[in-house]
């Protein structure tokens, strides 16, 4: 299913675990880390960041795909999410992964074991909203 190696898959969890470290999560203590694997083999990572505003919140994910687009990266190979029981991206994380390939293919690392699973985001998100359900505007 996934078209990245078993180095990269390790690669690209431990790198995800790393960021886990780095969480600020004092009020949920819920700590998510997040790796995304550019094109070009270079790794942007990103951490949860909560606020005493719980809807000003940020998940791991939009972290690091937020960091990547600022870094000027449009496309990537994979996603490592790291959490305690290697749970998937909500809802709103899935929707934001998918603007950039739905194709991509997901790890999910859990903390407690090091246990990993792969499944592509089409496969989280399936029937998503894109750009092509816009309205064309003429």
Known sequence: MSSLSNRRIEQLALSAVDACGRAYAPYSKFEVGAAI??????????????NASYGLSICAERV?????????????RGVAI??????????ACRQFLAEFGLN?????????????????????????????????IT
């Open 82 to 91: 790291a959490s305690v029981g290697g749970v998937p991206p909500c809802g």
């Open 64 to 76: 690091a795909a937020a960091a990547a687009v600022s870094a000027g990266y449009r496309k990537w």
């Open 37 to 50: 694997l550019m094109q070009d083999g270079q790794v942007i990572t990103g951490c949860n960041v909560e």
């Open 104 to 136: 991509t293919p997901i790890i999910l690392v859990n903390l407690i074991d090091g246990a990993r699973s792969v499944c592509n985001l089409s496969e989280l998100l399936p029937r998503s909203f894109g750009s092509g359900d816009l309205p064309e």
